[in-house]
């Protein structure tokens, strides 16, 4: 059965911290796998990583993809409290000729003042 | 506004009534999956529809939820009979289709089920 693993559950930093949030697979075909930050509403996308795109960064977020050992980090340097959140890992797979997303439960992250 | 919109953002529904949840994906995206989210949990997939088409409804229960997109007018998710146990945050997202396509998600429906 095609899942989604991060780790950890929860963390709690404080402001100045750096991060690594992760993320484990096992999906059939795999295509993609996906970043969302999700506050008190809709998931918001951070990054795509793919076979042909296995690093992405943007400002203080970075993501790399290790498909030989089938996961992937999140990095966040210099938290900042605006980055609480719950950070989700979704992973595309394709299955009958149809793709779907696998989500994991997430990574509930708390940034201190 | 160019993003998901769902309708309503809360929803209070009695034991055996019906919910419907309302969704209008992103301008320019045919493609709709419908994701349910229970606290402290990730979001389950439910189904997938395009215009018209049901394409992957595995992840939805065979009773009492049924989901339709017509050609016009927003997707639609209905549970009818609803239970406590569906109480729980209804995702939708969009794509433009395509094995790479990003899902941009709505706000949600917070269903509550007394």
């Known amino acids: 059965e095609d899942k989604v693993v991060q780790s950890p559950l929860s963390l709690v930093v404080h402001e100045g911290d750096t991060v690594t949030l992760n993320c484990s697979y096992e999906?059939?075909?795999?295509?993609?796998l996906l970043w969302y930050k999700q506050e008190k509403k809709a998931p918001t996308f951070l990054f795509m990583l793919?076979?042909?795109?296995i690093e992405k960064k943007s400002g203080r977020l970075s993501s790399i993809l290790d498909k030989k050992e089938l996961s992937s980090i999140l990095n966040i340097t210099a938290t900042q409290t605006g980055d609480s959140a719950i950070y989700l890992c979704?992973?595309?797979?394709?299955?009958?000729?149809?793709?779907?997303?696998?989500f994991g439960t997430g990574t509930r992250l708390k940034v201190l003042a | 506004n160019a993003g998901v919109m769902q309708n309503p953002r809360h929803l209070v529904r009695r034991r055996g009534q019906e919910a419907r949840l309302r969704c209008s994906p992103m301008?320019?995206?045919?493609?709709v999956y419908w994701y349910r989210q229970l606290p402290e949990e990730g979001l389950k997939f439910m189904v997938y529809?395009?215009?018209?088409?049901?394409?992957?409804e595995s992840g939805m229960p065979k009773e009492r939820f049924s989901a339709e997109f017509p050609k016009e007018g927003p997707s639609i998710l209905r549970i009818q009979q609803v239970v406590r146990g569906d109480s729980a945050a209804y995702f939708c997202?969009?794509?433009?289709?395509?094995?790479?396509?990003?899902?941009?998600f709505g706000a949600g429906t917070r269903l509550s089920v007394l």
């Open positions: 997202a969009s794509s433009q289709g395509g094995v790479l396509a990003i899902q941009y």
């Open positions: 999906v059939t075909n795999f295509r993609s």
């Open positions: 793919t076979s042909s795109g």
């Open positions: 979704a992973v595309a797979g394709t299955t009958s000729g149809t793709y779907k997303y696998i």
């Open positions: 301008k320019g995206h045919s493609h």
């Open positions: 529809l395009q215009k018209e088409n049901i394409i992957d």
